[in-house]
């Protein structure tokens, strides 16, 4: 029998929202060329939110129908307080399920301790399977630090592991087929992602876009059928093969009808809510995350706030809000 929820947060297009997306940080200890081309943010101390802080906020939105938590960042697990992070939200009741986007380079590392704090799905950024062209997109030589994080997340027993590829024209595109072929002996579900404009990557963004429906037809010429979204599934699309055990997934924010199964909401890592990944305004809900006894009040501005969420974003128009890279925003 399905759940009986008390309340569930709607917007006007009468999207259901029971997906949380929470930044935890700005900061990373990875510079990608699509995200990061600067370096990282330099964060003043205390502004990111606190253990107590997150805690009131989960409450309230869990009482408003989120089930499911990601957390994510910038890099979620350089803040040292991570793991506690995530057992807090597990307390939350409602709350059925806590994942994680990271570059998987503390993986190994914090996995246990991440699986035993109650994180059950992992998404892991992987831009590429060769050593230098990794070191070459995230500034960093790790990828076999990461490729044993994934390991170790397998034998730990994850749910969930998704690894996310952000296509780029002639740096890791030619590595479309290496990735699909990982999935055949393993769980996996790699994920290629469209690469989005922001106001930090403009002349990366203009030589290496690569659409997703050339990708999309790559996968049906090697036989893969895409499966029917579900209300969980969000916008990423899935694709299944019979012949292996892992999935495929495309996220492709400038396909038509993206923005319309919209399921998530995003708040920042100094806890406002941002109703559009690429929209131009973020709303401060912190002075309401002091105590408990403010949730009534809280659960009321969340409401109200949601029902000025826009219908789409406007990248076709070249229009990317005020996002100047995603690890500011949380991706
Ligand atoms: N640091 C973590 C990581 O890299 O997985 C979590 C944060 S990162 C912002 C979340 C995801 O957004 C990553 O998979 C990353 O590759 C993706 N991303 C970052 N900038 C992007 C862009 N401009 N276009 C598409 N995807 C992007
Ligand atoms: Fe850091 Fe993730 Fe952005 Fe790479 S994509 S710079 S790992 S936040």
């Not at 995530?86 to 806590?98: K, S």
């Not at 994934?150 to 024209?169: M, P, S, Y």
């Not at 087929?177 to 393993?186: D, H, L, N």
């Not at 706030?305 to 890279?325: M, Q």
Request: hydrophobic share 35%.
């Amino acid at each position: 029998m399905s759940e009986i929820l008390p309340e569930t947060l709607k917007d006007p297009f009468d999207r259901s929202f029971r997906y949380l997306r929470l930044s935890v940080t700005k900061r990373c200890n990875f510079n990608c060329t699509y995200c990061l081309p600067n370096g990282s943010t330099r964060v003043a101390r205390h502004s990111e939110l606190s253990v107590p802080e997150i805690s009131n906020l989960v409450g309230a939105l869990a009482e408003l129908g989120i089930r499911k938590v990601r957390l994510t960042g910038g890099e979620p697990t350089v803040r040292a307080d991570i793991v506690e992070i995530a057992r807090a939200v597990r307390a939350v009741p409602g709350i059925r399920q806590i994942a994680l986007t990271t570059n998987g380079y503390r993986l190994a590392a914090l996995g246990k301790d991440l699986r035993d704090a109650g994180v059950t799905a992992l998404n892991v950024s992987v831009d590429s399977l060769h050593r230098e062209r990794f070191h070459a997109i995230t500034g960093h030589d790790r990828l076999p630090e990461v490729l044993s994080g994934i390991d170790r997340a397998l034998e730990l027993g994850f749910e969930r592991l998704k690894v996310n590829v952000v296509l780029l024209r002639d740096i890791n595109d030619s590595e479309i087929e290496s990735f699909i072929e990982w999935t055949q002996g393993m769980p996996i579900s790699v994920r290629f992602i469209e690469l989005m404009r922001t106001g930090d990557n403009g002349h990366l963004f203009e030589s290496r876009h690569v659409s997703s429906d050339s990708l999309r037809k790559r996968l049906e010429d090697l036989g893969w059928a895409r499966e029917r979204g579900t209300p969980e599934s969000g916008p990423a699309q899935e694709w299944s093969h019979s012949d292996h055990l892992g999935r495929v997934g495309v996220i492709a924010p400038y396909s038509r009808g993206f923005c319309e199964t919209c399921n998530r909401l995003r708040i920042t890592s100094e806890g406002a809510l941002r109703l559009c990944l690429f929209g131009d305004s973020d709303f401060s809900l912190r002075s309401l995350l002091q105590e408990p006894s403010q949730r009534e009040e809280l659960k009321q501005v969340i409401q109200e706030l949601l029902r000025r969420k826009p219908s789409r974003h406007l990248l076709h128009e070249g229009k990317f809000g005020n996002v100047r890279d995603l690890a500011r925003i949380g991706g």
